[in-house]
Nanobody
Framework: QVQLVESGGGLVQAGGSLRLSCTAS????????VGWFRQAPGEEREFVAA????????RYADSTKGRFTISRDNAKNTVYLQMNSLKPEDTAVYYC??????????????WGQGTQVTVSS
């Protein structure tokens, strides 16, 4: 089992920045790829970004590419999501996940409780 705890969410104005953190405990975190997903009210959950276990490979949704940056510090069991140039449509609950890095996709196995990000216009 891997336990994941997100932090860093909050309220920010459009154009602003936030950094989300995801701290893991349990089984060896560095063995897992990590991804962020988000879900807005009334919307389906969507992929945001993912990073391989080594940190060498990353993937982003088209909607976040160029604005969000995912990184990890395995020594601290922590993954970060730096979000810049935020837009009202980025408003959602953001979930940290741990899982498998596939050839063409990332698959989440463990989920955190989520942290709310609200971007005001």
């Amino acid at each position: 089992q891997v336990q994941l705890v997100e932090s860093g969410g909050g309220l920010v104005q459009a154009g602003g920045s936030l950094r989300l953190s995801c701290t893991a405990s349990g089984r060896t975190f560095s063995h897992y790829a990590v991804g962020w997903f988000r879900q807005a009210p009334g919307e389906e959950r969507e992929f945001v970004a993912a990073i391989s276990w080594s940190g060498f490979n990353t993937r982003y949704a088209d909607s976040t590419k160029g604005r969000f940056t995912i990184s990890r510090d395995n020594a601290k069991n922590t993954v970060y999501l730096q979000m810049n140039s935020l837009k009202p449509e980025d408003t959602a609950v953001y979930y940290c996940t741990a899982g498998a890095w596939g050839t063409t996709r990332y698959d989440a196995d463990y989920w955190g409780q989520g942290t709310q990000v609200t971007v005001s216009s």
